[in-house]
Structures are given as C-alpha cells and as structure tokens.
Nanobody, 128 residues
Framework: QVQLVESGGGLVQPGGSLRPSCAAS????????IGWFRQAPGKEREGVSC????????YYVDSVKGRFTISRDNAKNTVYLQMNSLNSEDTAVYYC?????????????????????WGQGTQVTVSS
C-alpha cells in the first residue's frame, strides 16, 4: 500500500522559513518523481516544484524560484521542500505527489492527473 505523509507545515511570519517533508512508503524514490503542489483557499491546486527519480534534477515554477529548494533522501525515502523568504501568497495546503509519468531526469508539475499518488497535505500559513 502506497502512502505519502506530509509534515512540517505551520505558522510562520513573513520572511520566515519552513521545511515540509514528504515520507513515502510502499514505493521507492528510485522509480518515482515527486512533486509538490499547493492549494490556497478558493483557488485551484497548483504545482510548485518536482524532483526527478533518476539524478535528482529539479524544477520550480517561477513564483518560488530562488526561494524554495526541493531535495530528497533516498535512504529515508523522504523528500523535503525548503521554503525561504515566505510571504502571504505562499499560504496554502501543501501536498506531495508521486508519479511514474515523468522518467529519467525530467519532471514537471503541470497537471494534477499526471501524478498517481497523493498525500493528505500540510497547512502552511504565513502571517504576522
């Protein structure tokens, strides 16, 4: 049984940092690309970042480029999203997802239906 469990969200002041994690079981990061998505109240779920299964190549959407860093620890089967310089527009529920749709060194977070397995989400709130 595949499970993705996010943790590490919380409340942070503008300009602060958080590092949510995504612990996977029932699948190996050696074969799955992992993406992070987020959904703010009243908005559609949007892609944030992903990491490929082969060499750990990464991708970021423009709004988080330079502020967020995705990484993985294959020994722990866990993916992290280091989020710095947070602002109110980053407030959302953050979800991780796994896919075999993207192979090799390539991944994107264009479409929700390209990802097979999803976690339950972790809330990130940026507020003073």
């Amino acid at each position: 049984q595949v499970q993705l469990v996010e943790s590490g969200g919380g409340l942070v002041q503008p300009g602060g940092s958080l590092r949510p994690s995504c612990a996977a079981s029932g699948l190996s990061l050696d074969y799955y690309a992992i993406g992070w998505f987020r959904q703010a109240p009243g908005k559609e779920r949007e892609g944030v970042s992903c990491i490929s299964h082969s060499d750990g190549s990464t991708y970021y959407v423009d709004s988080v480029k330079g502020r967020f860093t995705i990484s993985r620890d294959n020994a722990k089967n866990t993916v992290y999203l280091q989020m710095n310089s947070l602002n109110s527009e980053d407030t959302a529920v953050y979800y991780c997802a796994a896919t075999t749709y993207y192979s090799g060194t390539y991944c994107r977070v264009r479409r929700i239906d390209e990802y097979e397995y999803w976690g339950q989400g972790t809330q990130v709130t940026v507020s003073s």
